[in-house]
C-alpha cells in the first residue's frame, strides 16, 4: 500500500539487517521491490522503462509486459489464479479462483509486477545462460549478467541427494563425481502464481515452467531433472518408473511434498498457536464492556498501519467479488466467504488490504483472519499497555492500551518483534 520510493525510506527503521553478508539469510519480495526502484532512481527513469529498455525488448520478449490490466489487454489467454486450501480440495478439484489483482504489484513491482509466457520465460532463460547474448550478438551487459551469476551466500545442504533420490543410480555416480555439469535454477511464487527456471549450460538447455498456482515445489523439485535425463547421454541412464509406468518421482516424492505442502496450509488456517483447552477458564477481556479502548489507529515505521474500528451490532452479507471474499471472521467454507454475522457490538481490524473482524481468544488478545491467495492465515493479535507500564509490571488489568502486537505472518518476517503504537483515536 505503499509507494515504492517509501519501502526505501522506511527501510532504515528495520533493524534486523546485518552490515555484511553472511551464511544466514533470508528471501523477502520487499528486497527485490527495493532493488528495483534504487536501479531506477539511479538511472533516472521508471522501474518499468528500465526493464523494457535493457532486457524486454533487448531479448526480443513479445509476450511480456507490466500489469495484469495490461496483459488482459495483450491476449485474451490468460491464467487466474487457483488456490485450494487441502491436499483433498485439490484433488477433488475444488479451487477458490481469484480475479486479477493489481493492488500488489502497485509496491512490489520488482518482485512479482511482470507477466510472460513459457517460450518467453526460456528465452530468457537462454540469454542468461549465454551470458547476455542472443543468437551471437551480446544484448545484455555481459558484466551485470556475471554479476547476477555469481555465488553470494552458501547455504548448507544436509541431504544433499534428497531431489535426486529417485532417479537412476548412475545419475547420482555421474553428477557425483564422474562428471561435473553446471546447474542453475531459480523460482519463486506470489499472489497465487509460481515460476521456474533450470539451466544446464553443458548441455544448452533450459527448461521453463510457470504454474497459476501459489506453490509448485513439489514439481519444480523433480520434473526439470526428469526431461533433462536423456540429454546427459550417459549409457543406461534412465529415470526409474513405477509398476503402472509412471515417473517414480511423482508418487513417491512430489504427492507427498505436496501434501506436507496443504498440512501447511492447513495449520496456518487453523492458527499456528496452541488453542486454549475447552475446559480451561479463560481469562476475561479487561474492557468487556468498553471495546472503544482497543479502537484507534496502531502505526510502526517499518511495518504500516492496522486501524482498529467498533462496529455496532448487525449482520452483514458479503457480495460478490473481491470485497466479499476479502471480510471474513472466521474459518468458513468456500461456500460462506464474505458473510458474517453477529448480534453484539465487535471490534474489526484493517491492515492494507486485509480485514475481518476480531473473535476473542484470552485476556487482552484476539483472533484475526489474514484471508490472502496464497494463505488463509489465523493468527493472534493483542493489545498491550505502553512501554513505560509494561516496565513496571502492574499487577492491575485496568492500563490504557497504546500498543498492538501480532502473532508472525508467513511472508512478514520479523513482524511479530514489533510493536505498533496507537498514534490515533478514531
Known amino acids: 500500500s505503499l509507494p515504492r520510493r517509501e519501502l526505501i525510506r522506511q527501510l532504515r527503521y528495520f533493524d534486523d539487517i546485518p552490515p555484511t553478508l553472511g551464511i544466514d539469510f533470508k528471501d523477502n519480495n520487499v528486497a527485490y521491490a527495493i532493488a528495483g526502484e534504487a536501479a531506477s532512481h539511479i538511472a533516472g527513469t521508471s522501474y518499468e522503462q528500465l526493464v523494457l529498455d535493457k532486457v524486454i525488448r533487448p531479448l526480443g520478449l513479445k509476450n511480456t509486459g507490466f500489469t495484469q490490466s495490461n496483459m488482459k489487454r495483450h491476449s485474451d489467454n490468460y491464467a487466474l489464479s487457483y488456490m485450494a486450501y487441502s491436499f483433498e480440495a485439490a484433488q477433488r478439484g475444488e479451487f477458490r479462483i481469484f480475479p486479477l489483482n493489481e493492488k500488489p504489484y502497485m509496491a512490489l513491482a520488482a518482485a512479482e509486477g511482470i507477466y510472460t509466457n513459457v517460450l518467453d520465460l526460456a528465452r530468457w532463460g537462454k540469454a542468461i545462460m549465454d551470458l547476455g547474448a542472443v543468437d551471437g550478438k551480446q544484448v545484455l551487459n555481459r558484466m551485470s549478467v556475471e554479476e547476477t551469476l ?40 506470489d499472489i497465487g502464481y509460481g515460476s521456474d527456471v533450470t539451466m544446464f549450460p553443458e548441455l544448452d538447455l533450459v527448461i521453463a515452467m510457470l504454474s497459476n498456482t501459489s506453490d509448485i515445489g513439489h514439481f519444480s523439485n523433480f520434473l526439470p531433472y526428469s526431461i533433462a535425463t536423456p540429454f546427459f ?47 480451561e477458564e479463560r481469562t476475561p477481556l479487561t474492557f468487556k464492556d468498553d471495546l472503544g479502548a482497543y ?69 487482552n488478545t484476539f483472533i484475526a483472519i489474514f484471508d490472502d491467495v496464497l494463505f488463509k492465515m489465523r493468527v493472534l493479535m493483542s493489545f498491550l499497555p505502553d512501554v513505560e507500564t509494561l516496565k513496571e509490571q502492574p499487577d492491575s488489568k485496568e492500563f490504557p492500551i497504546e500498543n498492538l502486537a501480532i502473532q508472525d505472518l508467513p511472508g512478514a518476517m520479523g513482524i511479530s518483534e514489533a510493536l505498533f503504537y496507537k498514534t490515533k483515536k478514531i
Open 150 to 189: 555469481k555465488s553470494r551466500t552458501f547455504e548448507w545442504n544436509e541431504n544433499p541427494e534428497s531431489r535426486w533420490k529417485e532417479f537412476d543410480p548412475i545419475f547420482l555416480m555421474d553428477l557425483g563425481g564422474c562428471r561435473t555439469l553446471t546447474m542453475a535454477n531459480d523460482s519463486g511464487s
Open 295 to 363: 479502537v484507534g489507529e496502531y502505526t510502526h515505521p517499518f511495518w504500516g498501519r492496522f486501524e482498529i474500528s467498533l462496529v455496532e451490532g448487525k449482520e452483514e452479507k458479503g457480495g460478490e467479488g473481491e470485497q466479499g471474499d476479502r471480510e471474513i471472521s472466521s474459518s468458513k467454507s468456500d461456500q460462506e466467504v464474505g458473510q458474517e454475522e453477529w448480534k453484539e457490538p465487535v471490534l474489526r481490524f484493517r491492515y492494507n488490504e486485509y480485514t475481518s473482524t476480531l473473535e476473542h481468544y484470552d485476556h
Open 233 to 279: 547421454d550417459i549409457p543406461g541412464m534412465r529415470n526409474n518408473r513405477d509398476s503402472a509406468g509412471e515417473d517414480k518421482w511423482i508418487a513417491v516424492s512430489a504427492i507427498p511434498k505436496a501434501e506436507e505442502t496443504y498440512a501447511a496450509v492447513e495449520l496456518i488456517a487453523g492458527g499456528i498457536f496452541s488453542a486454549l483447552d475447552d475446559n
